[in-house]
């Protein structure tokens, strides 16, 4: 069924249609997005970038001293609970903040590349207690500001952060004839060298060799963080010296100071294999697991012209005429489902702004005031719990649930992007007990065949409209329309 650009524009580029909300209307809507996006101030890390560095430089230090005192034989477990019990916080709140602003967000295709993009560069807060703080950092400093630029500004400044070398244990990775290996024994870790081909740019089966993934590990040597400043460093005294062969072309630091990762992050972006891994990945995430391959080519063609220009690589996707037929060739992922559920329901922020803190409220203090509190005030603390229950088991709960949790990817591959993965018994088990959920807390007063239209729009089959119409009531007719198989597809 061929639908109207609009809609098709809000669901398959977007999260979804929302009340009140104009769709996009041609390609050059939807262009306008990236820029206006990238200027833009996301809602998360919650206390701005400056203030984020500030917590986790100090979270870092507090973890570091209560780790010495912890060899020494002094243990400080307060100081330990209380620090995780801040990280464990923030977390919540950057990631309900992160879910926020998809929601409410009237920039869908800006906000969907900023999840591709976080996606593609994967990185996890479940790596340590710190990264709990450096990831949404991450996305705010490196991604999203870098998405509708050039590949090799994205590729630098997602590599070159933080997240990503604590990530991938670069920051723990010597040259194996460096000063620090010949002091104190530590080798050569390939892990960021080995992704970077595979995964970031050139692809897997591409042709690189393991010897190429060794020779990229050498070169990126040197590498590591600052901690205290949380920043990217040059250690020379890491750094392999000499020169590396890496698929052809030698390395020899010829611009001095350390600078062969930059030529190297540069090469590989230039590169034809990785504008065809990169293009091929984007039209199957946006459009078919079996990417046409004509649409492929026609992004390409705009990489190579553009010298790798992102948004004019969007700009050839979003032009093919591939780019507006067949809709619903796939399965929206769960964070996808989720938010496009709340902007058809018209959340009020208030509503979100709530959840998050009946979540805060909720969260377990195990010092000896608190536990005197709950002695004498036991069915207000249960309220409490209840009310914080129900508020994680709709948002970020709901996500892990799903097999989605927000910036946890399985892997440094990031999320699966097929529909098999998602297309599961279990899978529609979970979204089914969601929309049961959110219809029976949010529905109640919501006639369902006025929702069905706010939701899908043009998209709705008229079987579908027929059985809604038929609906006992309304809770059960909102329940159907979220978990029909045109919402659930886009």
């Given at each position: 069924m061929a639908l109207p650009t609009p809609t098709l524009a809000a669901i398959r580029y977007g999260y979804g249609?929302?009340?009140?909300?104009?769709?996009?209307?041609?390609?050059e809507a939807l262009l306008g997005q990236i820029e206006e996006g990238a200027s833009g101030k996301p809602r998360?890390?919650?206390?701005?970038?400056?203030g984020r560095l500030d917590t986790a430089t100090r979270v870092v230090s507090l973890l570091a001293a209560e780790a010495k005192a912890r060899r020494a034989g002094n243990p400080n477990e307060d100081v330990r609970k209380a620090t995780q019990s801040e990280a464990r916080r923030i977390y919540r709140q950057d990631a309900m903040a992160r879910l926020a602003q998809a929601i409410h967000s009237p920039l869908g295709f800006y906000e969907r590349l900023a999840s591709f993009w976080v996606d593609h560069f994967s990185t996890s807060v479940m790596k340590s207690l710190p990264m709990r703080m450096i990831v949404p950092l991450y996305e705010a400093q490196a991604i999203r500001p870098n998405l509708g630029g050039s590949f090799t500004k994205l590729l630098s400044t997602a590599i070159l952060h933080p997240a990503m070398l604590i990530y991938l244990d670069q920051d723990q990775s010597v040259g194996p004839d460096s000063v620090a290996a010949r002091k104190n024994g530590r080798g050569l870790n390939e892990n960021l060298g080995r992704e970077l081909l595979e995964l970031h740019t050139l692809g897997a089966g591409s042709g690189y060799t393991q010897e190429d993934v060794r020779a990229s590990a050498l070169i990126l040597t040197g590498l590591s963080v600052d901690n205290r400043a949380m920043q990217v460093v040059y250690q020379p005294r890491f750094a392999e010296a000499g020169p590396v062969n890496l698929l052809g072309r030698i390395y020899r630091d010829d611009e001095g100071d350390g600078q062969d990762h930059v030529l190297m992050?540069?090469?590989?972006a230039a590169n034809p294999k990785t504008a065809q891994h990169i293009c091929g990945k984007l039209v199957r995430h946006f459009i078919a697991d079996d990417a046409p391959e004509e649409m492929v080519a026609a992004m390409v063609a705009a990489w190579t012209k553009s010298r790798g220009d992102l948004t004019e690589v969007y700009r050839a996707m979003l032009a093919h005429p591939r780019a507006w037929s067949d809709p619903g060739r796939k399965i929206k992922q769960p964070f996808e489902f989720v938010v496009s559920g709340f902007r058809a329901l018209d959340l009020p922020e208030r509503n979100f702004g709530n959840l998050l803190r009946d979540m805060d409220d909720g969260d377990e203090d195990e010092s000896p005031v608190q536990k005197a509190m709950d002695l004498t005030g036991m069915a207000a603390r249960e309220?409490?719990?209840?009310?914080?229950?129900?508020?994680?088991?709709l948002t970020l709960g709901a996500l892990q649930r799903m097999g989605q949790p927000i910036w946890q990817p399985p892997s440094p591959a990031g999320f699966a992007d097929e529909t098999s993965v998602w297309l599961t018994p279990s899978q529609l088990s979970e979204r089914i007990s969601w929309s049961r959920m959110v219809a029976r807390i949010f529905g109640q007063k919501m006639e369902p065949s006025v929702f069905l239209q706010a939701a899908l729009a043009d998209a709705a089959h008229p079987e579908t409209s027929r059985i809604i119409a038929q609906a006992p009531n309304k809770v059960h007719g909102i329940t159907m329309v979220l978990a029909s198989p045109e919402f659930n597809r886009r």
């Amino acid at each position: 069924m061929a639908l109207p650009t609009p809609t098709l524009a809000a669901i398959r580029y977007g999260y979804g249609l929302r009340p009140g909300e104009e769709p996009p209307r041609d390609v050059e809507a939807l262009l306008g997005q990236i820029e206006e996006g990238a200027s833009g101030k996301p809602r998360f890390p919650r206390e701005g970038i400056a203030g984020r560095l500030d917590t986790a430089t100090r979270v870092v230090s507090l973890l570091a001293a209560e780790a010495k005192a912890r060899r020494a034989g002094n243990p400080n477990e307060d100081v330990r609970k209380a620090t995780q019990s801040e990280a464990r916080r923030i977390y919540r709140q950057d990631a309900m903040a992160r879910l926020a602003q998809a929601i409410h967000s009237p920039l869908g295709f800006y906000e969907r590349l900023a999840s591709f993009w976080v996606d593609h560069f994967s990185t996890s807060v479940m790596k340590s207690l710190p990264m709990r703080m450096i990831v949404p950092l991450y996305e705010a400093q490196a991604i999203r500001p870098n998405l509708g630029g050039s590949f090799t500004k994205l590729l630098s400044t997602a590599i070159l952060h933080p997240a990503m070398l604590i990530y991938l244990d670069q920051d723990q990775s010597v040259g194996p004839d460096s000063v620090a290996a010949r002091k104190n024994g530590r080798g050569l870790n390939e892990n960021l060298g080995r992704e970077l081909l595979e995964l970031h740019t050139l692809g897997a089966g591409s042709g690189y060799t393991q010897e190429d993934v060794r020779a990229s590990a050498l070169i990126l040597t040197g590498l590591s963080v600052d901690n205290r400043a949380m920043q990217v460093v040059y250690q020379p005294r890491f750094a392999e010296a000499g020169p590396v062969n890496l698929l052809g072309r030698i390395y020899r630091d010829d611009e001095g100071d350390g600078q062969d990762h930059v030529l190297m992050l540069e090469d590989l972006a230039a590169n034809p294999k990785t504008a065809q891994h990169i293009c091929g990945k984007l039209v199957r995430h946006f459009i078919a697991d079996d990417a046409p391959e004509e649409m492929v080519a026609a992004m390409v063609a705009a990489w190579t012209k553009s010298r790798g220009d992102l948004t004019e690589v969007y700009r050839a996707m979003l032009a093919h005429p591939r780019a507006w037929s067949d809709p619903g060739r796939k399965i929206k992922q769960p964070f996808e489902f989720v938010v496009s559920g709340f902007r058809a329901l018209d959340l009020p922020e208030r509503n979100f702004g709530n959840l998050l803190r009946d979540m805060d409220d909720g969260d377990e203090d195990e010092s000896p005031v608190q536990k005197a509190m709950d002695l004498t005030g036991m069915a207000a603390r249960e309220d409490t719990k209840k009310k914080a229950g129900r508020a994680n088991a709709l948002t970020l709960g709901a996500l892990q649930r799903m097999g989605q949790p927000i910036w946890q990817p399985p892997s440094p591959a990031g999320f699966a992007d097929e529909t098999s993965v998602w297309l599961t018994p279990s899978q529609l088990s979970e979204r089914i007990s969601w929309s049961r959920m959110v219809a029976r807390i949010f529905g109640q007063k919501m006639e369902p065949s006025v929702f069905l239209q706010a939701a899908l729009a043009d998209a709705a089959h008229p079987e579908t409209s027929r059985i809604i119409a038929q609906a006992p009531n309304k809770v059960h007719g909102i329940t159907m329309v979220l978990a029909s198989p045109e919402f659930n597809r886009r």
